[in-house]
């Protein structure tokens, strides 16, 4: 297990594992944590979240895959972020779920691949953010075994409740090769502010459906598409969209008075959302909450370790 | 102009500051189904590829030079040895009774060769490796070889294919040391260098690889193995009228997958040798012989493993 690394997994795909992992990440190295974002997704959207997509550092996965196959000591692409370093994903990350009985061929524990590959690394960094697969259970069997925490983000559709407690079976399962594994909380993404009652039964389900075992995260991503799909069209995270572009536009107010005669100048003409610093907080008190949760409870391992 | 009365996230984002980095080793492993006390054999414990913390041959993707001590030259390249007894899991630090890259193992067999011809009852007690060299410590039998053993390096340098061989020898302990300098950066430097296989046979390639095994050794090995057979790959046709050679579209159409990258570091010396077959064999380029060279190679593992 690689201390304080965090899989961010949900079986049922398009529940916001990628999103919620670029900006964990990006928000932690804002934080001057220094983090490492693993992209284990063969269709490699993180590169679109964090913008190295189609860089020269960006090999498909390439790079992951023969730290995997061969133990080598995987190369991050360094300093997407001040203080972010990004393992890519891609198409030849699939490949590992070929490989997966030539491990056992050979006496290598096959869900502890992704763990060895790492851990040369991980001494480097604060925080290790995986992006696990929706689908591939290969993959993201290596992230649970890998990793110390899971963190499950779901939207309140039945398929997304499923999902979450298909990635349950796994966790069971995977806690026989990594017994550290903790479940450190669902986040309820993609949600509208308003509709309290459904966000009351969504908890409800899952609590009725995890037991006490997985808390759920207080903070929650609401449903914001424009801002969401602006960031993301420019490479930005909603933070840095937020502070880079709305936060210096001018109001709608300036903007249609000094557009109503001429046309705007260009500062005036760039398109922005509006509500881009609800979804930057939304993402902000959960980036709070979930370094937190992770500390305290680094806090009370050490203590019980201490103790006994 | 802008827009001050929004509420910041940054009000909302009050992280706790940074822990301390933990120290290296960062991992506490679940033992894995690998019993290093097993004795070694084909396809136990010691094929297992190495475990965190070991340094393989071969860095990653970015680098655009390979290790010194992988360079080797195609042909003169000893034929690849299916031992695998020997292969064992390195440790980072500290010196090491066994070798862990093959040019140390080579290294290592060849100066107990050449000490053993001269006469001199010698064993391996040490590797260690250093940044340009890496020294191989040899007890003695009987401490009167020590001065043999020493006057012996000056003529090592070329069996190790080394850039320079120094030796001393500690009578209390009775151990020649020798250390081995490789040769100096600019003629041995590897370079990356691209190649475009189909994707069957990268994958078939990555089946039959050993653990320890780069690309680039599986390239050599391939080399060395079926030189004598290039002639027969890709014989020359008389030109003859017939249809129009095939188009990428037709090969789509007929569904043949399109090639990806693989890249293996050569030096120029290797690279010049390789560059010679694809012309002396009518290859057409350096992937096309390669491709084929890891088809034989893939045959002859696949068989030699049934």
Not at chain 2, 92 to 119: F, I, M, N, Y
Request: aromatic share 6%; net charge negative.
């Amino acid at each position: 297990m690689l201390r304080r690394s965090i899989l961010v997994s949900n079986s049922k795909g398009g529940v916001g594992k990628t999103s919620l992992t670029a900006h964990l990440a990006g928000l932690a190295a804002e934080a001057n944590y220094r983090v490492l974002a693993v992209d284990l997704d063969p269709q490699g959207n993180l590169g679109r979240d964090l913008n190295y997509l189609g860089s020269d550092g960006d090999d498909r996965g390439q790079g992951l895959l023969e730290a995997i196959q061969f133990g080598r000591e995987v190369t991050p692409i360094r300093d997407v972020r001040p203080g972010l370093d990004v393992v890519c994903g891609g198409p030849f990350v699939e490949d590992a779920t070929k490989l997966e009985t030539n491990f056992s061929k050979r006496g290598r524990d096959p869900h502890l691949v992704l763990e060895q590959a790492l851990a040369p690394i991980a001494g480097q960094y604060h925080l290790i953010v995986i992006d696990s697969p929706p689908g591939d259970r290969y993959l993201q069997m290596i992230g649970l075994c890998a990793a110390q925490y899971v963190i499950v983000p779901t939207r309140s559709d039945e398929a997304s409740l499923d999902g979450l407690n298909g990635l349950a079976d796994a966790f069971v399962q995977a806690r026989e090769t990594n017994p550290a594994l903790e479940l450190l909380g669902v986040v309820l993404f993609g949600i509208g502010a308003s509709a309290t009652v459904i966000q009351r039964e969504v908890r409800a389900k899952i609590a009725a459906g995890l037991g006490d075992v997985a808390p759920v995260f207080t903070a929650q991503i609401r449903y914001l598409e424009a801002p969401a799909v602006e960031a993301r069209n420019r490479g930005m995270l909603v933070h840095e969209y937020e502070r880079d572009l709305v936060a210096k536009a001018p109001r709608w107010i300036d903007r249609k008075r000094r557009g109503k005669h001429h046309a705007p100048p260009a500062d005036l003409a760039v398109r922005v959302a509006p509500t881009a610093h609800k979804l930057a907080g939304d993402y902000a008190e959960l980036a709070t909450e979930f370094l937190n949760a992770v500390m305290s409870r680094e806090q009370q391992l050490a203590a019980a370790g201490g103790a006994s | 102009m802008s827009n001050p009365s929004r509420t910041s996230w940054r009000e909302k984002f009050t992280p706790p500051p940074p822990p301390d980095l933990i120290p290296v080793p960062a991992v506490a492993v679940v033992p894995a189904a690998v019993d290093d006390d097993a004795e070694p054999g084909p396809g136990t414990a010691s094929d297992s590829i190495p475990l965190a913390g070991e340094q393989p041959a071969s860095s990653g993707p970015e680098d655009t030079t390979e290790p010194e001590g992988t360079a080797r030259t195609p042909e003169t390249r000893a034929p690849r040895s299916r031992d695998r007894s020997r292969a064992v899991h390195s440790v980072p630090d500290g010196p090491q009774t066994t070798p862990t890259t093959a040019r140390d193992r080579g290294s290592a067999t060849a100066l107990l060769t050449r000490l053993t011809d001269a006469g001199v009852d010698a064993h391996l007690v040490g590797v260690r490796q250093r940044s340009r060299s890496t020294i191989l410590d040899v007890g003695l039998a009987r401490s009167q070889d020590g001065p043999a053993a020493v006057q012996l390096a000056e003529t090592l340098a070329e069996t190790l294919q080394a850039a320079e061989v120094r030796a001393s020898y500690d009578q209390d302990t009775k151990v020649a040391r020798f250390q081995v300098f490789t040769a100096p950066a600019e003629a041995d430097t590897a370079r990356k260098h691209m190649v475009y296989v189909p994707i069957e046979v990268r994958d078939a390639v990555s089946y039959v690889i050993d653990p320890e095994e780069t690309v680039t050794d599986f390239f050599l090995a391939a080399f060395n193995e079926h030189y004598d057979s290039m002639a027969s790959f890709f014989p020359r046709r008389r030109v003859a009228p017939g249809p129009m050679p095939q188009t990428p579209k037709l090969r789509r159409r007929r569904q043949v997958a399109s090639p990806v990258q693989m890249w293996v570091y050569l030096t120029p010396q290797q690279r010049d040798t390789l560059d010679d077959a694809v012309e002396e064999f009518n290859a057409g380029n350096r992937s096309a012989l390669i491709t084929r060279l890891f088809q034989e190679e893939i045959s002859s593992r696949r068989a030699a493993n049934t």
